[in-house]
């Protein structure tokens, strides 16, 4: 059974940076689309990055040229350099991936801004 772990989150202040990890583990095989969603307090969870196994990536539009997604696909594992962030980029980040028909994902790593 695949599990996706999340690491990287924490609490820090507007303009920071954070790196968020996500390693799948429990399965051979690699996975043809990983990504990062988020749910900020209170609202819905939405898109923040993805990256297909192609290397073709994309953002949402609130956090572009501020995050970089990169993966690597051997290790089944994708990262989140999140730059100059700001009070509203706080939420709890959720990694996902995508095999076949399955999706996949993990439990979610706490990100908090502070002003």
């Known amino acids: 059974q695949v599990r996706l772990v999340e690491s990287g989150g924490g609490l820090v202040p507007a303009g920071g940076s954070l790196n968020l990890s996500c390693t799948a583990s429990g399965s051979a095989g690699s996975f043809y689309y990983m990504g990062w969603y988020r749910q900020p307090p209170g609202q819905q969870r939405e898109l923040v990055a993805d990256?297909?196994?192609?290397?073709?990536?994309s953002y949402a539009d609130s956090v572009k040229d501020r995050f970089t997604i990169s993966r690597e696909g051997d290790k089944n594992a994708v990262f989140l350099q999140m730059n100059n962030l700001k009070v509203e980029d706080t939420a709890v980040y959720y990694c996902t991936a995508a095999r076949a028909v399955n999706d996949y994902w993990g439990r979610g790593t706490q990100v908090t801004v502070s002003a």
């Open positions: 990256v297909r196994s192609t290397g073709a990536s």
